[in-house]
């Protein structure tokens, strides 16, 4: 499943021309975070677009056409056909062996937008769909997941994490690529996944599937307001956290019934990307595998675009430390056994943390707490009875959130 390295014809497209030469075209709301990255938002609805227009329409004006062929008559009645671009042609008149040429270059030259159909496609049962759609990142038609052909990975969902790691980039780099196929995947689990139901106040007539059919194809948006959907294995919804609070709450409850108790720590971490050095080297060496070019990651701007860029990257190595955290930090240095964590996107930041809970197999500290109240200590003795508990154990002596000692020193 390769599809390619991108010719240099289409290398260096603006999105504007790549939209061009589309023969299908996602619409897609896009949108500038405040800290500078990108989101999307709604669901993706794909026109059909004729982008051969400009070969249909006949006859062209002079000003129009921006290629020129010259026959070149030889002997014997045979010819050679010459096709010149006509700034090639402007370009060798303007030469100094030709005079003097004004050029204009305040002439505005509008190129008109192909015309799309007011019928969208199916993202889902249209074939070569990524090729027609994005056709800079397809060109040579291969590597599509909508192709008459074996499938090579077992969903869409891997499809775009394989592509994701395409050993130039492009996929990563697309600025609404990632989005387009996120949605899809999306969508598609929720019509396989989920399940909907019609709210109905006491009393009213039952409503049979054709006769919602009915009234949906009448135009009937009434029952928009009725319908609620559950589909727990939709990630981000308010369903699937519900399920995983469950998970937790089992989880709890489980380690209590195995005298284990109660989590002996909570524990939160974010993404400091600016300040992981392994990450920067991570960056570098992708960048130079990816394009070739050295890039100075100490320049905070470069450093900024790479992080925006390469998202992807930012998020395993984060997903990976994180795991790396728990396994060779907290539970050889602390003790814990079980832990949870749950990773979340701050909006406001644009970029992930982490919430988790520990577990130890001698159900410390709340032996020690459960002591404390039963000697009748006040909160602040508990307080100091715990953070002795910590620096004979652990050696931490930094209780204060600011991560300083009772000193005042960090």
């Not at 030469?21 to 059909?48: D, K, Q």
Request: with cysteine.
């Amino acid at each position: 499943m390769d599809p390619k390295h991108i010719p240099s014809e289409l290398a260096d497209l603006t999105v504007v021309e790549q939209q061009l030469i589309c023969r299908i075209s996602p619409c897609i709301n896009v949108h500038m975070l405040g800290h500078g990255g990108i989101a999307s938002g709604g669901h993706c609805v794909t026109f059909p677009q004729e982008v051969n227009e400009p070969a249909k329409i006949f006859p062209r004006l002079p000003e129009e056409i921006n290629v020129i062929r010259v026959t070149e008559a030889g002997q014997n009645g045979t010819s050679k056909d010459f096709v010149e671009k006509v700034e090639d042609i402007v370009s060798d008149v303007v030469g100094q062996a030709h005079g003097d040429v004004t050029i204009n270059k305040k002439v505005q030259l509008l190129l008109p937008w192909p015309t799309r159909e007011n019928t969208p496609v199916s993202e889902f049962t249209t074939h070569h769909f990524f090729t027609l759609a994005f056709p800079c990142l397809f060109p040579y038609g291969t590597g599509d997941f909508y192709m008459n052909r074996p499938r090579t990975v077992s969903s869409m969902c891997d499809w775009a994490e394989h592509l994701l790691w395409y050993d130039d980039g492009r996929f990563a780099h697309h600025p609404y690529f990632k989005f387009v196929v996120h949605n899809m995947i999306m969508r598609k689990r929720a019509i396989e996944n989920s399940n909907f139901v019609v709210h109905q106040k006491l009393g009213e007539q039952h409503l049979s599937i054709s006769e919602l059919r009915e009234k949906i194809q009448n135009g009937d948006n009434s029952l928009a307001k009725q319908i609620l959907y559950f589909g727990a294995s939709l990630r981000g919804t308010s369903q699937y956290w519900a399920q995983r609070a469950k998970e937790l709450r089992a989880l709890i409850q489980y380690q209590i019934n195995d005298k284990k108790g109660l989590p002996a720590f909570f524990t939160t971490g974010s993404c400091a990307e600016y300040h992981f050095k392994p990450l920067r080297r991570l960056l570098s060496i992708y960048l130079k595998e990816t394009s070739g070019t050295d890039v100075d990651l100490s320049d905070r701007s470069k450093l900024f675009e790479a992080l925006q860029k390469n998202t992807h990257i930012v998020a395993k190595y984060f997903d990976l430390r994180t795991n790396d955290y728990f396994h060779d930090v907290m539970s050889p240095a602390f003790g814990v056994t079980t832990y949870w964590y749950r990773q979340e996107f701050a909006k406001s930041r644009g970029m992930v943390h982490w919430h988790g809970l520990c577990w130890r197999s001698d159900r410390e500290p709340h032996n020690l707490i459960n002591e404390c109240i039963e000697k009748g200590l006040s909160d602040a003795e508990c307080a100091a009875t715990l953070s002795e508990w910590a620096s004979i154990h652990f050696g931490l002596t930094g209780s204060h959130p600011a991560g300083q000692d009772e000193n005042g020193l960090s």
